[in-house]
């Protein structure tokens, strides 16, 4: 039964933000550790019901971390479920010893850690049970669970959103002005760590929280009648993806909007679940067209031709090739879902932009048509581990107009056997005329999976970054 305290164990920030996400919406207590040496000494301190591991960290693996827990009397029966990446090679006898009950491989959905760790969980109070029959309590009755009801409270409201936004402004000025303050992504700082921060308390107060967040009439039940805006800010203030859990936690219906530059996503909310996205002043990657081509739903050429006759008609492409019999409803909804999807991804990493929500009655024709009934916190798990990757990436590929050059002696030795088919193909891209922007847009790949592949070419040292610009 959800209560239980569940440790989670890993040196990826992502992995810990969305399983501590995922499961305290499960009604667990979630606490977390970056590492294994922190990993026992919480353990330690807040003898969880069930420990989550990673298998490959710094100072101590997986295997050291049970060993660890082995040697503590009152924490060697807790039971632990491995996390693994795909290709760890942890094999089924280390699984069974040392306190290993069951492992899952990542990526993994939310669905899928949250039945791991109910099933561990309520095997385990099974054995207690039946080791210890004059301790069994009739158990209590569970309530109805209900919808999330809409915030009713402004002052709860406005408490919410200061913490959040207290925390982000924090990290923003330590990392800014303060310099000699130690910050991590994410991190917040106490008021005490520097007198600016004091002030900034002060001055956030109700008024201006109202003013910034569309006077939190998120809060306010008489709004419920009619369209209105009800949520803005900005998103190096307020992060995207709390954004996005609220409004599913609220069972919203409306229309997020995020808007970089000339950039723009509508993202359509119905009943706290998106339905649709759409987007404009965006890279051509995108577009619908490049999903149903790279699903394999139909010929590029059939495509660009039938781009070029289309000239002028009101219809939707989707709805048109449907109609054409191209492709089927259930492949475009395939389709859509990857699109709204991948514009989600792209938004979960802007740094900088402003984004506003307006509750409606009805969402649009073409988002009620799309119907796709997507969850945040499966968007939100892919989100994370892409954003985390980016950040990695973009330390070596920052700019979409880079361009590189082929190690012809390093390909030649390296053989192209141990290259992907992917990585294979924008290996081919690469002959130091051709930009990210370019190769992105030839391959038909999308930019994130573009810049993944060469960022492992780089690392493998196939290819060089140009230096010089390219003559025009």
Not at 219 to 227: F, H, V
Not at 335 to 348: D, P, S
Request: hydrophobic share 45%.
């Amino acid at each position: 039964m959800p209560g239980e305290k569940i440790l989670v164990i890993d040196d990826s920030p992502t992995i810990l933000k969305v399983v501590q996400l995922v499961l305290t919406k499960a009604g667990y207590q979630v606490e977390t550790a970056a590492d294994g040496d922190l990993g026992v000494e919480a353990a330690k301190e807040h003898k969880p019901d069930l420990i989550l591991l990673d298998f490959v960290m710094p100072k101590m693996n997986g295997y050291q971390v049970c060993r660890a827990l082995a040697e503590e009397e009152a924490l060697k029966d807790l039971p632990v479920v491995l996390m693994s990446a795909k290709g760890d090679q942890i094999g089924e006898r280390f699984v069974k010893v040392m306190g290993i009950v069951d492992y899952i491989t990542k990526p993994f959905s939310p669905e899928a850690i949250t039945a791991v760790v109910g099933h561990t969980i309520t095997k385990y109070q099974q054995r207690a049970q039946a080791a210890s029959p004059a301790e069994i309590l009739p158990p209590s009755p569970e309530p109805a669970e209900a919808p999330a009801p809409l915030a009713s409270d402004a002052a709860d409201a406005a408490a919410r959103v200061r913490r959040q936004a207290l925390g982000a402004l924090r990290t923003g000025i330590a990392r800014a002005v303060v310099a000699k303050l130690p910050v991590e992504p994410g991190e917040e700082l106490p008021p005490e760590a520097h007198p600016m921060f004091g002030s900034i308390e002060n001055a956030l107060d109700d008024n201006v929280l109202e003013g910034l967040l569309g006077q939190l009439h998120t809060a306010s039940p008489e709004l419920a009648g009619g369209d209105d805006h009800v949520l803005s800010g900005e998103v190096r203030v307020v992060p995207l993806a709390q954004v996005l859990q609220l409004l599913q936690d609220q069972i919203q219906t409306g229309i997020l909007t995020v808007s970089r530059g000339p950039a723009r996503v509508d993202v359509f909310f119905r009943q706290g679940k998106v339905e649709f996205a759409s987007a404009a002043g965006v890279s051509e990657e995108f577009l619908l067209g490049r999903f149903i081509v790279n699903d394999n739903l139909m010929a590029k050429q059939d495509l660009d031709t039938l781009l070029k006759s289309r000239s002028g008609t009101g219809q939707l492409l989707g709805a048109q090739l449907v109609k054409l019999g191209y492709i089927t409803q259930a492949e475009l909804k395939q389709a859509m879902a990857r699109q709204t999807a991948e514009l989600i991804y792209e938004v979960l990493r802007w740094s900088a932009g402003r984004f506003v929500f307006r509750s409606t009655k009805e969402l649009p024709a073409m988002a009620l048509d799309a119907n796709l009934g997507l969850t945040i916190e499966g968007i939100l798990m892919e989100g994370f581990r892409r954003v985390d990757e980016w950040h990695l990436i973009e330390r070596e590929i920052d700019n979409f107009d880079s361009v590189f050059v082929r190690n012809e002696d390093a390909v030649g030795q390296m053989g192209k056997g141990r290259l992907t088919r992917e990585e294979l193909a924008i290996l081919e891209f690469v002959n130091g005329k051709n930009t990210v922007k370019e190769i992105t847009r030839q391959s038909r790949m999308s930019s994130f999976d573009v810049s993944k592949m060469l960022y492992r070419l780089l690392s493998i040292k196939l290819i060089r970054k140009r230096v010089a610009p390219v003559a025009v």
